[in-house]
């Protein structure tokens, strides 16, 4: 019986289009809701959300045999605290901030079991190894990992062709909103010069065999990026739904 198959890895190495949403409440019940959508992929999003490693895996748990296939994104690509989002049962990783192919070598070392990496091996006790329940796991998840690197600097774009000759890298997601700071326009990634950025960097993964992926809320802009070969795209952040639609529903009643 060998570690369960990474769904999402699957479908984005067929060139599936997959559609995602930011899963930010950092509470299972949320996310739970948010599953029902059928959305293709939610980000736990470690990052810019108050997650920790209990909400996390709480998060993996409701999402266990749903539709919507669960990207995990660490504050930072440390390799403990790699294996230690990979042992709750995290199979498909996001790391913000890459901005080097050897930075992107080291990632998919830590997600790898020796000898291809240096995953520690703690599988006996994992929720991964259904608590080894999976006898072949350590043997088998390596290719069941599903590693995602973002380029959201000018150092990163600088290094992007470099980066997308890494293997073990299954694709790249571009950051507006911290592309849009590092190149000088702070809060605005519809700025001409970022645009452009994303344009050329979106057609350069693709055309490297990667899977390109972004975010955009505004329609208009996501079909833009669909254009330029987003095939991984988050168009929406469940916070952000909530809020706005909150403060509509006010609006509506407070000047009725
Ligand atoms: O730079 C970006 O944009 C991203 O990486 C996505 C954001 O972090 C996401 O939280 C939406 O703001």
Same mark, same amino acid.
């Given at each position: 019986?060998?570690?369960?198959?990474?769904? =999402?890895?699957?479908?984005?190495?067929?060139? +599936?289009?997959?559609?995602?949403?930011?899963?930010?409440?950092?509470?299972?019940?949320? @996310?739970?809701?948010?599953? @029902?959508?059928?959305?293709?992929?939610? %980000?736990?999003?470690?990052?810019?959300?108050?997650?920790?490693?209990?909400? @996390?895996?709480?998060?993996?748990?409701?999402? +266990?045999?749903?539709?919507?296939?669960? %990207? %995990?994104?660490?504050?930072?690509?440390?390799?403990?605290?790699?294996?230690?989002?990979?042992?709750?049962?995290?199979?498909?990783?996001?790391?913000?901030?890459? +901005?080097?192919?050897?930075?992107?070598?080291?990632?998919?070392?830590?997600?790898?079991?020796?000898?291809?990496?240096?995953?520690?091996?703690?599988?006996?006790?994992?929720?991964?190894?259904?608590?080894?329940?999976?006898?072949?796991?350590?043997?088998?998840?390596?290719?069941?990992?599903?590693?995602?690197?973002?380029?959201?600097?000018?150092?990163?774009?600088?290094?992007?062709? &470099?980066?997308?000759?890494?293997?073990?890298?299954?694709?790249? =997601?571009?950051?507006?909103?911290?592309?849009?700071?590092?190149?000088?326009?702070?809060?605005?990634?519809?700025?001409? +010069?970022?645009?452009?950025?994303?344009? &050329?960097?979106? %057609?350069?993964?693709?055309?490297?065999?990667?899977?390109?992926?972004?975010?955009?809320?505004?329609?208009? @802009?996501?079909?833009?990026?669909?254009?330029?070969?987003?095939?991984?795209?988050?168009?929406?952040?469940?916070?952000?739904?909530?809020?706005?639609?909150?403060?509509?529903?006010?609006?509506?009643?407070?000047?009725?």
């Amino acid at each position: 019986m060998p570690a369960p198959e990474n769904r =999402f890895k699957t479908r984005l190495a067929k060139g +599936e289009m997959l559609y995602g949403c930011w899963a930010g409440f950092a509470d299972p019940y949320a @996310t739970e809701v948010l599953a @029902t959508a059928n959305f293709d992929w939610l %980000v736990i999003d470690g990052e810019h959300a108050p997650n920790d490693l209990r909400s @996390t895996m709480a998060q993996l748990q409701v999402l +266990e045999g749903r539709h919507s296939a669960p %990207v %995990v994104r660490l504050a930072h690509g440390a390799d403990w605290a790699i294996k230690q989002v990979l042992d709750i049962g995290a199979q498909t990783l996001l790391i913000p901030m890459v +901005e080097s192919a050897e930075q992107a070598r080291e990632l998919v070392r830590a997600t790898r079991y020796p000898p291809q990496g240096i995953r520690g091996s703690g599988a006996a006790l994992a929720r991964a190894s259904h608590f080894s329940a999976i006898p072949d796991y350590i043997g088998t998840a390596n290719d069941q990992i599903c590693l995602l690197v973002q380029v959201e600097t000018r150092a990163g774009l600088a290094a992007l062709d &470099d980066i997308l000759k890494v293997d073990g890298v299954d694709g790249v =997601f571009i950051g507006p909103s911290d592309l849009a700071a590092d190149m000088g326009f702070a809060g605005d990634s519809s700025a001409p +010069e970022v645009q452009d950025a994303i344009q &050329d960097a979106l %057609v350069r993964i693709k055309t490297a065999g990667k899977a390109p992926g972004i975010l955009a809320l505004d329609p208009a @802009t996501a079909r833009t990026y669909r254009d330029w070969g987003a095939q991984f795209l988050a168009v929406g952040i469940d916070v952000v739904m909530l809020a706005q639609s909150a403060r509509d529903t006010m609006a509506r009643w407070r000047d009725d």
